[in-house]
């Protein structure tokens, strides 16, 4: 980026696990998390904050001009499903759903929405994953997609 050009661009990103199963324990997704921060790091990319549920991440992110959100989550997703894979944090073989939700987020509202993120297990004690993401879906006017087109 030209040392003139300026930009911020937040995005709130969220995917799941492969079937929304609750592949991830506490410790396992402590680890994941830290694993993804140190992982944008190390991309160039701000992540303010992520939460690694037991079915789902979420995550805040400054998206830098050189990525795409495409670009980004395939680097993501792909870099840590193979990081799980490798340390062995779950029985069998982990991967990520197909798509994610990306959601763009004013500068007025990065707090609130970090604050979302943080509050992800207060939160899912009374809603599914799946009622979360039909809710993002819903608030952003998109449609919702059929299962057999994910």
Not at 101 to 125: L, M, P, W
Request: glycine share 6%; hydrophobic share 35%.
């Amino acid at each position: 980026m030209s040392a003139h050009s300026y930009s911020r661009c937040w995005v709130h990103l969220i995917w799941g696990t492969l079937n929304r199963e609750k592949l991830l324990n506490k410790t396992a997704a402590a680890r994941v998390s830290r694993y993804l921060a140190e992982y944008a790091e190390k991309q160039g990319v701000y992540m303010k904050i992520n939460y690694v549920n037991a079915d789902h991440v979420h995550t805040l992110v400054d998206l830098p001009t050189a990525l795409s959100i495409e670009k980004l989550m395939q680097l993501i997703k792909g870099s840590s499903s193979h990081w799980i894979n490798s340390s062995n944090l779950i029985t069998g073989k982990f991967a990520w759903g197909r798509g994610y939700g990306a959601f763009s987020v004013s500068e007025s509202n990065v707090d609130q929405v970090a604050g979302y993120i943080r509050r992800q297990e207060e939160h899912h004690r009374v809603s599914t994953f799946a009622e979360e993401l039909r809710e993002f879906i819903d608030r952003h006017g998109l449609r919702w997609k059929d299962e057999g087109s994910r």
